[in-house]
């Protein structure tokens, strides 16, 4: 896995550096380049990974040299990589943050020194230049429901958070948590962190196995990489066909799994229009111009009856 991941942040690197070459530049006010920084949550992380390489790609038609940094899940080295951006005078700065409250400090740093910030992907406390992503609540409305829908109201769930402390994990969390009130006869009984994880989510679905056994009716994991991991512990077990798993993302390997009928459901979460935007937004925030303080790209479900048309026909 890690090799893969490896040769995804190399790719997303070489893709940054083609912008030197663009004859299109983005200038800034004195007639140089613009120079966006980027720090994101974990580069381990296939999502992440997404919006980045979409950053990269936007940047390059743009004539923007980006800088992109892996925070490894770190909000106190997340802050520094912010206070070193600032320091080498970029012209914006987009945070992929770690964490709602520890990774607030790089924005208020950031507005200080008047660079302007654009949070993607997920949020923190102190509010930034502007924020481009999605509503986690409502992803985890949509998973919820479904389950809700596949067993009648009735069946015993179990819960994946993501990296704890993390917006995307506690809007999800709520929005399940809202649904769940919605029907008395679902019950929560386990939930902890696999951290964005698939091999600590496989870890944490076998002991729920061995804990529970064939009590679990479905799982919710608040990505897909950990619904994977609960899928392959599952499946192990000789228990998929009798368990419902849904998570949220779309990526690649879980649009697959729809379609072999392995998952249930994912959630589409737009990694491209999210990089995509980010661009955007911190090419026109650099250059004085004004953006939306809040863009938000919406969720779908995704089933077996529609994953067609979300996977990516080969070039």
Not at 92 to 101: G, L, S
Not at 151 to 180: D, F, P, S, T, W
Request: proline share 3%; net charge negative.
């Amino acid at each position: 896995m890690k090799s893969t991941v490896l040769t995804l942040v190399i790719t997303a690197s070489l893709l940054t550096g083609c912008s030197n070459q663009s004859t299109e530049n983005s200038q800034g006010d004195g007639g140089k380049k613009l120079v966006v920084g980027a720090t994101m949550l974990s580069m381990q992380n296939e999502f992440i990974v997404n919006v980045n390489d979409e950053m990269a790609r936007k940047a390059e038609q743009a004539g923007v040299d980006l800088i992109t940094v892996d925070a490894e899940r770190s909000a106190l080295k997340q802050v520094e990589q912010v206070e070193s951006f600032i320091a080498q005078k970029v012209d914006a700065i987009i945070m992929n943050p770690c964490e709602v409250e520890a990774s607030s400090p790089a924005v208020a740093k950031a507005l200080a020194a008047k660079i302007p910030i654009i949070n993607v992907n997920s949020e923190t406390s102190t509010k930034p230049s502007a924020f481009v992503g999605s509503d986690d609540v409502e992803s985890a409305r949509m998973a919820m429901t479904f389950i809700a829908e596949k067993l009648g109201g009735k069946g015993n769930v179990v819960m994946m958070h993501g990296y704890m402390g993390q917006a995307a994990q506690i809007k999800r969390e709520q929005g399940a948590r809202e649904i769940l009130k919605q029907y008395p006869g679902l019950k929560l009984i386990a939930h902890q962190t696999a951290e964005w994880d698939r091999a600590k989510a496989m870890s944490l679905m076998e002991n729920w196995i061995q804990s529970y056994g064939t009590e679990i009716n479905a799982v919710f994991a608040h990505n897909d990489e950990m619904g994977m991991g609960a899928v392959k512990a599952l499946t192990d077990a000789g228990l998929k066909t009798k368990v419902i798993v849904v998570s949220i993302d779309a990526i690649p390997d879980a649009l697959q799994a729809v379609q072999k009928g392995t998952l249930d459901a994912t959630v589409f979460q737009n990694a491209e229009q999210q990089g995509s935007k980010a661009i955007e937004a911190a090419v026109k925030l650099a250059k004085g111009q004004s953006v939306e303080k809040e863009t938000l790209i919406p969720f779908q479900l995704v089933t077996k009856t529609n994953v067609a048309q979300f996977m990516k026909k080969p070039d």
